[in-house]
């Protein structure tokens, strides 16, 4: 396995024949992104952080229940195979990202429109992803579809989702920042009138 990425949650490795696994980290990986991204620049204190890390396990386990039971198409979750609570392997994509910066800006607009559809899809299925991270979060499939590929921490349930939704996580800047700057109003303008 070649190691590609690391997120808060977990650590990606190409397998082959255009697939990923998702592992997830260990407490000392964890530790070393949280102090890499964000310490000092946030409020969680660095002695409570056995404390986050054990609140994101718990959402990958309930999140990942979800996936594998959902009746919902599983290529919109790129294809996963569930390894066990917390680990799972899916079709590889391109980051939405690296898409965005690679099209012109009437395509990035149309791609944003692409992702507020599904993501009101989504919500019409009572989930979503927990920050709508456009740039991070989803990615583009061999079919030139947009799915959702961190599955490690949804928000599952009506009233969870509407709590989420009042807070508009799309319009901070750890979400924005994914985003090319010239398509960022545009993205923060189609959230706000599609979901509030």
Known sequence: MKKIGRGWQYTVYYIGNNRVRKIF???????????????????FPVWKFSKLRGELMDKAK?????????????????????????DYEQDMVVPLDRH???????????????????????????????????????????????????????????EKIEKQIKLKPWDHSYVTKTLPKKLRSYFIESMNRNFT
């Open 25 to 43: 980290n260990t407490k000392k990986q964890a530790f070393s992104i949280f102090i890499k991204e964000c310490f000092p620049y946030t409020k």
């Open 62 to 86: 309930v999140s990942i229940s979800w996936v594998k039971d959902t009746n919902l198409d599983p290529s919109l979750f790129g294809n996963p195979t569930i390894l066990n609570e917390t």
């Open 100 to 158: 965005l910066q690679e099209i012109s800006l009437d395509h990035g607009k149309a791609v944003t429109d692409e992702f507020i559809e599904l993501n009101k899809f989504f919500v019409a299925n009572n989930v979503i992803d927990k920050s709508f991270l456009i740039g991070k979060n989803y990615g583009v499939n061999k079919q030139g579809k947009i799915i959702l590929t961190d599955i490690g921490e949804l928000f599952i349930g009506k």
